[in-house]
């Protein structure tokens, strides 16, 4: 086996296929299918969307690897001893008077390249060199876009100490912090004493390091990057995979697939086209083995959640009404280029919404199973439970459409109670609690329930 979680996965799907068969069976009766009930299924995560936390890690090649997209850092002034700060969180003026920090003095880096950066500030604003044009040096975060080079810093790392830095505006000087209202970019020295203006010494959250497809891309560039996951997919995930899941009880898979597949074969940069030509495999090689194929879009525009898996920039969930007509468009692509595959489950139209508008969703929902429609009336369209609300929330909404399930989450793995319990422990609370749980979620006349994730603790 290429892949190393699929044998611990493959315990876990006996373990929700023993406490599910039940509910599936009962909202069977209701709900006509072209293939039988319940589907035991793993979930083929951090093949075609890159999750950090999966070993091995393809993000040790990066240079300057812990400056990716997203990391959050701050810069004190060694002469002041004080912290840069976005004034107000941002629109307004930069300056170096606070002896501690928090979110003022806390930037979000967008990667430009190894050692450019643009500075995101806790209002979503960017920080900018004022009148540059006219010789200005003040340096404002009123920026709504990072799209010119007014926006664009180098970070200079000393080589001694790396996390001594000078920062280098887009004029060509260095920042420096003449006083603690006055931090400007016209400094020309090349002095790194700690006497001097224009060093700074650079916290890096390492906590709050984000790493998923955007980082991975991005932080290899476009030459290296498509040398890079294509030899991952090709290897991650292979046939002999498929094989050996259905010899062990297995028929179907959940593939979670970003928002550029639709785009392919040149999705906007940093993202690495071909994700659909290693999707139809899975397609080839489920009707070889017979299992079934859930497409599940798990990275949304605009990011639907914040986090890594969901591919986004700097960790800022931003997804919402606005981004509906784009994620529209993958739904369509996915529906209409696998919607006559005969081995083809199921479309989930997003994968763990969370602090985004119930209204919105429920919009996004509606214009997504029409738009699957349009392509299959046999594959179910799958509507992922948001993670920051009841279970229940969307079961009479739901129960408004013809061949749908709703996506239920449960994790083990980021609870510390769970942490205590071996793998067999693990297991028994998912067959027993969790079966609870679920139970409660079945009405005869309503949607189906699948848990499309449920990570347990080793």
Same mark, same amino acid.
């Given at each position: 086996?290429?892949?190393?979680?699929?044998?611990?996965?493959?315990?876990?799907?006996?373990?929700?296929?023993?406490?599910?068969?039940?509910?599936?069976?009962?909202?069977?009766?209701?709900?006509?299918?072209?293939?039988?009930?319940?589907?035991?299924?793993?979930?083929?995560?951090?093949?075609?969307?890159?999750?950090?936390?999966?070993?091995?890690?393809?993000?040790?090649?990066?240079?300057?690897?812990?400056?990716?997209?997203?990391?959050?850092?701050?810069?004190?002034?060694?002469?002041?001893?004080?912290?840069?700060?976005?004034?107000?969180?941002?629109? $307004?003026?930069?300056?170096?008077?606070?002896?501690?920090?928090?979110?003022?003095?806390?930037?979000?880096? @967008?990667?430009?390249? /190894?050692?450019?950066?643009?500075?995101?500030?806790?209002?979503?604003?960017?920080?900018?060199?004022?009148?540059?044009?006219?010789?200005?040096?003040?340096?404002?975060?009123?920026?709504?876009?990072?799209? $010119?080079?007014?926006?664009?810093?180098?970070?200079?790392?000393?080589?001694?100490?790396?996390?001594?830095?000078?920062?280098?505006?887009?004029?060509?000087?260095?920042?420096?912090?003449?006083?603690?209202?006055?931090?400007?970019?016209?400094?020309?020295?090349?002095?790194?004493?700690?006497?001097?203006?224009?060093?700074?010494?650079?916290?890096?959250?390492?906590?709050?390091?984000?790493?998923?497809?955007?980082?991975?891309?991005?932080?290899?560039?476009?030459?290296?990057?498509? /040398?890079?996951?294509?030899?991952? @997919?090709?290897?991650?995930?292979?046939?002999?995979?498929?094989?050996?899941?259905?010899?062990?009880?297995?028929?179907?898979?959940?593939?979670?697939?970003?928002?550029?597949?639709?785009?392919?074969?040149?999705?906007?940069?940093?993202?690495?086209?071909?994700?659909?030509?290693?999707?139809?495999?899975?397609?080839?090689?489920?009707?070889?083995?017979?299992?079934?194929?859930?497409?599940?879009?798990?990275?949304?525009?605009?990011?639907?959640?914040?986090?890594?898996?969901?591919?986004?920039?700097?960790?800022?969930?931003?997804?919402?009404?606005?981004?509906?007509?784009?994620?529209?468009?993958?739904?369509?692509?996915?529906?209409?280029?696998?919607?006559?595959?005969?081995?083809?489950?199921?479309?989930?139209?997003?994968? /763990?919404?969370?602090?985004?508008?119930?209204?919105?969703?429920?919009?996004?929902?509606?214009?997504?199973?029409?738009?699957?429609?349009?392509?299959?009336?046999?594959?179910?369209?799958?509507?992922?439970?948001?993670?920051?609300?009841?279970?229940?929330?969307?079961?009479?909404?739901?129960?408004?459409?013809?061949?749908?399930?709703?996506?239920?989450?449960?994790?083990?793995?980021?609870?510390?109670?769970?942490?205590?319990?071996?793998?067999?422990?693990?297991?028994?609370?998912?067959?027993?609690?969790?079966?609870?749980?679920?139970?409660?979620?079945?009405?005869?006349?309503?949607?189906?329930?699948?848990?499309?994730?449920?990570?347990?603790?080793?």
């Amino acid at each position: 086996m290429n892949n190393p979680f699929l044998f611990s996965f493959l315990n876990l799907v006996v373990a929700l296929y023993l406490c599910s068969s039940h509910f599936v069976a009962v909202a069977e009766e209701s709900q006509n299918t072209s293939f039988s009930l319940p589907l035991r299924a793993v979930n083929l995560g951090n093949w075609l969307i890159i999750e950090g936390w999966m070993k091995p890690s393809l993000f040790d090649g990066i240079p300057n690897k812990d400056l990716l997209d997203g990391t959050q850092v701050r810069f004190m002034s060694t002469k002041l001893q004080k912290y840069l700060s976005a004034e107000h969180g941002g629109g $307004s003026i930069i300056v170096a008077n606070r002896t501690n920090a928090r979110g003022w003095e806390t930037f979000r880096l @967008w990667r430009v390249n /190894e050692t450019f950066f643009n500075f995101r500030v806790s209002n979503k604003q960017f920080i900018s060199l004022d009148n540059q044009g006219e010789g200005g040096n003040s340096l404002v975060a009123n920026s709504d876009s990072a799209s $010119s080079s007014t926006e664009t810093f180098q970070i200079v790392r000393n080589d001694g100490d790396p996390n001594k830095v000078r920062i280098r505006a887009p004029n060509g000087l260095f920042l420096q912090a003449i006083s603690e209202t006055k931090v400007s970019a016209d400094y020309a020295g090349s002095s790194w004493d700690d006497s001097d203006p224009s060093v700074f010494k650079m916290i890096v959250l390492t906590d709050s390091t984000i790493r998923g497809e955007y980082q991975i891309t991005n932080g290899y560039g476009p030459e290296k990057a498509p /040398e890079i996951m294509r030899g991952h @997919w090709n290897t991650y995930i292979t046939e002999d995979d498929f094989k050996f899941m259905s010899e062990n009880g297995v028929n179907a898979v959940r593939v979670p697939v970003g928002w550029w597949i639709a785009h392919d074969p040149t999705p906007p940069k940093p993202f690495v086209g071909g994700s659909s030509q290693i999707l139809d495999k899975a397609f080839t090689w489920g009707e070889k083995y017979g299992i079934k194929v859930i497409v599940d879009l798990h990275a949304c525009p605009g990011s639907q959640n914040g986090a890594p898996h969901s591919a986004t920039r700097d960790g800022y969930q931003e997804w919402g009404d606005s981004y509906i007509p784009d994620t529209l468009a993958t739904i369509d692509f996915l529906a209409q280029r696998y919607g006559d595959r005969a081995n083809l489950a199921a479309i989930e139209l997003m994968n /763990e919404p969370q602090r985004v508008d119930l209204g919105s969703l429920q919009k996004y929902y509606k214009a997504g199973y029409d738009a699957v429609r349009k392509h299959t009336s046999n594959a179910y369209v799958i509507m992922s439970n948001p993670l920051d609300r009841d279970s229940k929330v969307l079961l009479s909404f739901a129960g408004g459409f013809n061949r749908v399930a709703i996506d239920v989450h449960y994790y083990n793995l980021f609870v510390p109670k769970f942490n205590t319990m071996n793998v067999k422990q693990n297991i028994d609370y998912v067959k027993n609690q969790r079966a609870s749980d679920i139970s409660s979620l079945t009405k005869s006349n309503g949607p189906l329930i699948f848990v499309g994730k449920s990570h347990i603790t080793n």
